[in-house]
């Protein structure tokens, strides 16, 4: 019997491909999220917005929730790939070689209904085709508010250019009356008087205008500003929505997506497990009709040699000697099946050691989602009626042929030791008993070629 092997530790245990590094840095080739969100982050730069203030831009949301679901897409695939390569690397390891065939396969078609789920790629294709019909719209709609925002302010210019030259016009011809005015200030005095009182009327007149017409300006200004505002306001409502319309549209397709590929891997573990059970239980048949048909010709075996015991012993009653011999030889026996049952035990504490450690497996994978602790589960159950039902039935039978073969040897030496002595004492030919031929030991040649075949 092997002796018991060391506990391996939990890296070697779930196979090379998850081992970490130092200092607990995970390998990079499964940080699948972080990449991801370094190529699906677009890096938005427009400048502040044309009123001044540092609002948030609506590209923003969706590169927000575009970036959580491939995070949370992309944390998914990896995990579902340690799970699978945990359960490929266990199998392989506990698995005897009668059944890593069927284990392979089963694994294979794990492995086809992976790659049939989209990749962070596609997913990445798909925003990144959303988020450019997102930015140009966004684009169109900025160019079309400069140019709605620059034909405004052509028009407020035109209209305080106009203003200056009316006022500029009028202020001239003032100017003019002024100076005919003055060339007939000798002879016209009184018109001069008249004139000045006129000229301070008219230019508080034009002061009155100069002031209205800039209350107009600052109204008209406040006016164009306010729905300047009013639109920007509805033009980010009406982004913001239709971009959450699509960022709600978007997820439920991929939900939707996702939980029929996820049903369709569940109906497909579920047969694949129905399988493997019909085939254990038919492997569990057949071994069950080995073990009565070893044990029948067992009893048979052990019948023979009870009765050459028994005619021989009939025949030397008068040798004690070979009776004491005899009883050693039970004694012997007796010891070969204390140390079979001692072998027994540390089988039965093997077995629930290696019980403990695909418990310890299953308790480390339980963070995962409920469909796949249930294929862990059926994988693990698998491993542990492969171990009881092949690895035990095989040790047993190795054992009881090995201890088989040593029983026979030992009553061989046992009959040729009272041959010996029977023959030292007593000549056979002057024996009143007449001649005693040598009884031979009892062939097995027929459980040794139906039992120790090599498998």
């Known amino acids: 019997m092997k002796g018991r092997q060391k506990r391996k530790p939990a890296s070697q245990l779930m196979g090379g491909g998850l081992k970490r590094k130092a200092n607990n840095v995970r390998d990079p080739r499964l940080d699948v999220s972080t990449t991801v969100a370094e190529k699906t982050t677009p890096e938005l730069d427009y400048g502040p917005t044309p009123m001044g203030e540092p609002g948030q831009d609506a590209d923003s949301i969706l590169c927000k929730g575009s970036v959580d679901e491939q995070l949370e897409d992309g944390t998914d ?4 790939s340690d799970t699978h390569e945990m359960l490929d690397v266990s199998v392989e390891e506990k698995s005897q ?12 078609s794990i492995q086809e209904i992976l790659d049939s789920l989209p990749t962070s790629g596609n997913i990445e294709a798909l925003l990144n085709k959303e988020l450019s019909v997102v930015r140009s ?20 210019q035109n209209t305080m250019d106009t203003v200056q030259k009316l006022t500029e016009a009028k202020h001239d011809t003032m100017s003019a009356g002024l100076k005919e005015t003055q060339a007939c200030v000798g002879t016209l005095s009184t018109s001069i008087l008249s004139l000045q009182v006129e000229s301070s009327n008219s230019k508080k007149t034009i002061e009155g205008t100069t002031k209205q017409m800039q209350s107009d300006m600052d109204n008209l200004r406040e006016n164009i500003l306010r729905k300047m505002h009013a639109q920007m306001e509805a033009l980010r409502e009406e982004i913001s929505r239709e971009k959450n319309e699509q960022i709600t549209a978007l997820r439920e397709e991929m939900t939707r997506m996702m939980e029929g590929q996820m049903t369709a ?8 497990k129905e399988d493997q059970m019909e085939i254990l239980r038919g492997k569990n048949a057949l071994l069950e009709r080995e073990m009565n048909v070893f044990k029948a010709s ?16 009939e025949r030397n009653k008068t040798l004690v000697e070979d009776s004491n011999e005899l009883r050693v030889i039970n004694k012997v026996l007796g010891q070969d099946n204390e140390a079979i049952r001692m072998e027994n035990e540390a089988l039965r504490k093997t077995n629930e050691e290696h019980t403990e450690r695909i ?18 589960r059926a994988f693990a159950a698998n491993n542990q009626a492969i171990q009881r039902d092949l690895g035990g039935v095989r040790g047993q039978v190795d054992i009881l042929t090995r201890k088989l073969q040593g029983f026979q040897m030992a009553m061989a030496q046992g009959f040729q030791g009272l041959g010996n002595m029977f023959m030292g004492k007593e000549d056979p030919q002057t024996s009143p008993e007449g001649t005693l031929e040598s009884t031979k030991p009892p062939q097995a040649q027929h459980w040794d070629q139906q039992y120790t075949q090599p498998r």
Do not use: C, G
């Open 265 to 272: 891997f569940r109906e497909e573990m579920t047969k694949q």
């Open 77 to 80: 695939l990896s995990e579902i």
């Open 137 to 156: 719209k966004h684009n169109n709609l900025k160019n079309e508010f400069q140019e709605q925002h620059k034909s405004l302010r052509d028009e407020v």
């Open 97 to 108: 070689p009668a059944t890593k065939a069927e284990l392979s396969e089963a694994l294979e």
């Open 359 to 376: 418990k310890a497996l299953t308790d480390w994978n339980s963070q995962t989602s409920v469909d796949f602790e249930d294929i862990r």
């Open 298 to 313: 067992r009893e048979q075996d052990v019948k023979v040699l009870r009765e050459h015991v028994t005619a021989y012993l």
